[in-house]
C-alpha cells in the first residue's frame, strides 16, 4: 500500500517538478553568488573605500603559534544577505510572472450562444407572456 501511494506520488510529476525546481535553483543560487562574490561586493568595496567585505571580521582573540584567531567574520555574512536578498527578489519577480500567466490561462470564455431550442423556448415564453 505504502509503496503504491508512493510509485502515485512521484508519477504524478509533483516530486518531479520539485526535484527539477530544486537543482535549478541550486544552479541559480551558484550564479547568483558569482554575481554578488565577482561584481557588485568589489564594487561597493570601492565606493567604500576600497574595503573587501570577505575581509570584515572581529578578532576575538589573536593567533598564538600554530592556533588560529578566533574571529567573527560578519563580512561573510553581509555578503550572504546580499546573495539572499537578490535571490529572494529574483523568485519574487518569477512567481509574480507565473501569477499573472496563470490569471490569463484561468479567464473564463464567453458564454456559448445558446442553443436552438433555448431560443424556441425563450421566443415561445415572451410570447406567452405578451398575451
Known sequence: MFLK???EFAIKGNAIDLAVGV???????KIVTSIVNDI???IVGILLGGVSFTDLKYVIKPAEGTIPEAAIKYG?????????????????IMVK???GLRKKEET???PAAPTK???LLTEI???LAKK
Open 97 to 99: 510572472a507565473i501569477n
Open 108 to 110: 473564463p470564455a464567453a
Open 5 to 7: 501511494e508512493f510509485k
Open 23 to 29: 537543482i535549478i535553483g541550486g544552479a541559480f543560487g
Open 76 to 92: 561573510n555574512f553581509i555578503q550572504s544577505v546580499v546573495d539572499f536578498t537578490i535571490i529572494a527578489f529574483c523568485i519574487f
Open 117 to 119: 431550442e433555448e431560443t
Open 125 to 127: 415564453r415572451d410570447l
Open 40 to 42: 557588485l561586493m568589489p
